[in-house]
């Protein structure tokens, strides 16, 4: 079982930064494959970025390429989403996601693969 705690949402000016951290409990952080989503009220959850398990290869999403950073630290079992020049489009929930021992670049863009979540952190950004 992992538990997934978000943190580091909140209300920021367009062209700002905001750094999203996601805690995770169980012993099997290292061997988990994170992935971060968000959802705007009447759309539906949207893959932002994942980083594998291992090599820690890493994917994005078209809509956030080269605007944010996936990054994890196994040392503190936390995963990390660094988001800058944000803009208006990208207020939402944002959601971290795990998945045990899975490195495929299609599977883990979909939210339907992933079993374990947070609980989600809003984002919100002001024009």
């Known amino acids: 079982q992992v538990q997934l705690v978000e943190s580091g949402g909140g209300l920021v000016q367009a062209g700002g930064s905001l750094r999203l951290s996601c805690a995770a409990s169980?012993?099997?952080?290292?061997?988990?494959?994170m992935g971060w989503f968000r959802q705007a009220p009447g759309k539906e959850r949207e893959f932002v970025a994942a980083?594998?398990?291992?090599?820690?290869?890493?994917y994005y999403g078209d809509s956030v390429k080269g605007q944010f950073t996936i990054s994890r630290d196994n040392a503190k079992n936390t995963a990390y989403l660094q988001m800058n020049s944000l803009k208006p489009e990208d207020t939402a929930v944002y959601y971290c996601a795990a998945k045990h021992l899975d490195e495929s670049s299609v599977r883990l863009r979909s939210p339907l693969q992933y079993p374990y979540w947070g609980q989600g952190t809003q984002v919100t950004v002001s024009s």
């Open positions: 169980g012993r099997t952080f290292s061997t988990s494959s």
């Open positions: 980083i594998t398990w291992g090599l820690s290869i890493t």
